[in-house]
């Protein structure tokens, strides 16, 4: 049963401290909200933290269209609601099952019926109540003779609809909309056997590891490049509902060193709303290859750096890069382009070769599977096969080719050599330094006290 009455919570939410303080002024039944809501949306890294903390309510005018409503929402002020004065008002939330309908409802709140059927005849909005879903929530709020005074209709985490007695025995309707609190959150890590590892160490989820990979995906090899001490920094927003985190949102600005050599890269969100990833001079990040073929998820897992280096020296000559990987993993195609070649040989096993614009070819060896055929126009990052061992291969891995005009090229120096995707335009530099430049300056920022701290030690 989720049914208590309790006093009603303190709408004096806003006063409390954004530096997210211990105190649990929720009422139970409000943490009971909480925790029946937290089943329906996926947050995979919520903490079981419950404290209160400022949250924006932007009300949505109801159908009355009396603005005036609003001053009974502000989160800020402790505004007595309309009707109710000073008087303690008793608050009954109850849960919806399947199967209830609005009578079973008010009967478990112990709410006369005729004041449902004022409350249903009060106005379009009210006949949603008719349509109740399982998982929804009622919260009845009643003066001391038992009279309801408002009712909420709570149909997810984010939204409500109130409905508040006005005079005599209507009630007006308003949609309260609750928006979650963004912060900027930074992370630093440094890498001692793989990527995932380090991220999962610094705090970061592997969606946001592979989001801050994917950035970086035209100019580092995340299966072979990856060394002992490489680092990142990253800022990324986190984002905060009732002092509870529910997720994550984009990667703002971040910065990978590499084997000595840093690359960063900025969020920018151009003018016609498109968001992309950038460096700080304004040239994209996506080029017109990726650097590894494969998705690196299911390989860095087993990040060794002996493994990955080349098993087959003994084959010569060796003109392309050897991926071992496990048998299945999805293989892509770093470019777009058109499949000239899905075959078998007794040497290549399954095959693809696919031509990218007039001058690049690529090819990949030795699949267990082909998923595209020749002919086929292909997208980057597109899987057209998956790691085997078909042909001459001791092992399971992916043969990598990457040819110029017909001559094999080592992949790591031509790529970033190769055309790059467009930069920001020169008429949109202004705009884009105003917007990116002070996530950099903050990315600097978080940087620096650390490095700061680094030198007090080693001086
Ligand atoms: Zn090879």
Redesign the pocket.
């Given at each position: 049963m989720q049914n208590h009455r309790k006093p009603i919570p303190n709408p004096r939410i806003g006063a409390l401290s954004k530096h997210f303080p211990r105190v649990h002024a929720l009422t139970a039944g409000v943490a009971v909200f909480v925790l029946v809501l937290a089943v329906f949306i996926p947050t995979p890294e919520v903490e079981a933290r419950r404290m209160p903390l400022p949250v924006k309510l932007s009300p949505v005018t109801g159908e009355t269209g009396e603005a005036h409503l609003d001053t009974t929402l502000a989160p800020h002020q402790a505004v007595p609601l309309a009707s109710a004065g000073t008087e303690a008002l008793q608050s009954l939330s109850l849960k919806i099952r399947n199967g209830d309908t609005l009578t079973d409802l008010f009967k478990r709140a112990k709410v006369h019926a005729s004041e449902m059927y004022h409350l249903l005849g009060s106005g379009r909005e009210a006949k949603q109540l008719a349509r109740l879903a399982p998982g929804e929530e009622l919260t009845f709020l009643l003066n001391p003779e038992g009279q309801l005074q408002r009712l909420e209709l709570h149909k997810d985490r984010l939204s409500q609809v109130r409905f508040t007695r006005t005079t005599g025995n209507t009630f007006k309707h308003t949609l309260v909309q609750r928006e979650p609190d963004s912060h900027p959150a930074y992370r630093h890590g440094e890498i001692s056997s793989s990527l995932f590892v380090a991220g999962s160490e610094a705090g970061l989820s592997d969606s946001l590891i592979m989001e801050m990979a994917d950035v970086f995906s035209s100019d580092i090899d995340f299966a072979l490049d990856i060394r002992k001490g490489d680092s990142f920094s990253i800022m990324f927003e986190e984002k905060f509902f009732d002092g509870e985190k529910i997720g994550n949102g984009p990667i703002l600005a971040v910065s990978f060193t590499n084997q000595g050599r840093t690359y960063s890269a900025v969020r920018y969100v151009d003018n016609k709303g498109d968001a992309n990833y950038f460096t700080p001079e304004g040239k994209s990040m996506r080029k017109a290859f990726i650097r590894t073929p494969l998705d690196i998820v299911r390989i860095s897992s087993h990040f060794n750096p002996r493994r990955l280096h080349?098993v087959?020296k003994s084959?010569r000559p060796?003109n392309?890069?050897?991926y071992a990987a496990p048998r299945g993993t999805p293989v892509y195609a770093t470019g777009d382009g058109r499949v000239i070649a899905s075959s078998y040989s007794k040497a290549n096993g399954n095959y693809i070769f696919i031509q990218h614009g007039e001058r690049y070819v690529t090819r990949y060896?030795h699949l267990t599977k082909r998923k595209v055929k020749k002919g086929q126009r292909v997208q980057q990052r597109q899987v057209i096969g998956t790691v085997g061992s078909t042909g001459y291969a001791t092992g399971p891995?992916l043969?990598y080719e990457f040819l110029v005009d017909g001559r094999h090229r080592n992949p790591a120096t031509i790529v970033r050599k190769l055309p790059k995707a467009k930069s920001v335009p020169t008429s949109e530099m202004t705009r884009f330094k105003n917007q990116t430049q002070p996530l950099l300056a903050k990315l600097a920022s978080y940087q620096g006290p650390a490095l700061a701290k680094l030198d007090e030690n080693n001086p």
């Open positions: 080349p087959f084959r060796h392309g890069t050897d060896l891995h043969h």
